[in-house]
């Protein structure tokens, strides 16, 4: 028997109701470290929560980006995320996964405290 591989995806969107920091860029500010803590705890119960959840292993946030929307300053979110894949099991679906991720964040519009940018939702495989 082959043993499961880990697989790893991205996603990525914007919160509009976080005002991009350079604090945010520092790894190791204080706003970096809450910051990244509740996103991936917001991330992770999300997914755990979908149909990739019985392999789901965890997200880690990987960078706080500034993004410019019209209204203002905005923080655009890159995490990588683990799940470990069966070799029997099918690729992962990402655009199944997407409208997942988007029915539970309210039409991308909400994650936990946060306020999403709806068109800025990407999952790649």
Same mark, same amino acid.
Do not use: W
């Given at each position: 028997?082959?043993?499961?591989?880990?697989?790893?995806?991205?996603?990525?969107?914007?919160?509009?109701?976080?005002?991009?920091?350079?604090?945010? @860029?520092?790894?190791?500010?204080? /706003?970096? /470290?809450?910051?990244?803590?509740?996103?991936?705890?917001?991330?992770?119960?999300?997914? /755990?929560?979908?149909?990739?959840?019985? @392999?789901?292993?965890? #997200?880690?946030?990987? @960078?706080?980006?500034?993004?410019?929307?019209?209204?203002?300053?905005?923080?655009?979110v890159?995490?990588? #995320?683990?799940?470990?894949?069966?070799?029997?099991?099918?690729?992962?679906?990402?655009?199944?996964?997407?409208?997942?991720?988007?029915? /539970?964040?309210?039409?991308?519009?909400?994650?936990?405290?946060y306020?999403?940018?709806?068109?800025?939702?990407?999952?790649?495989?």
């Amino acid at each position: 028997t082959t043993a499961a591989a880990l697989e790893h995806f991205t996603i990525n969107f914007t919160i509009t109701n976080l005002p991009y920091h350079s604090d945010l @860029a520092t790894p190791d500010s204080s /706003k970096y /470290k809450t910051t990244r803590r509740v996103m991936i705890t917001l991330l992770d119960r999300l997914l /755990k929560d979908s149909s990739i959840g019985p @392999a789901f292993l965890g #997200c880690e946030t990987t @960078a706080f980006r500034y993004g410019s929307l019209r209204q203002g300053d905005n923080t655009v979110v890159d995490a990588v #995320c683990t799940y470990k894949k069966e070799p029997s099991a099918a690729p992962l679906d990402r655009v199944g996964l997407y409208h997942e991720v988007s029915n /539970k964040t309210s039409g991308i519009t909400v994650l936990g405290p946060y306020d999403l940018d709806q068109g800025s939702l990407y999952v790649n495989g």
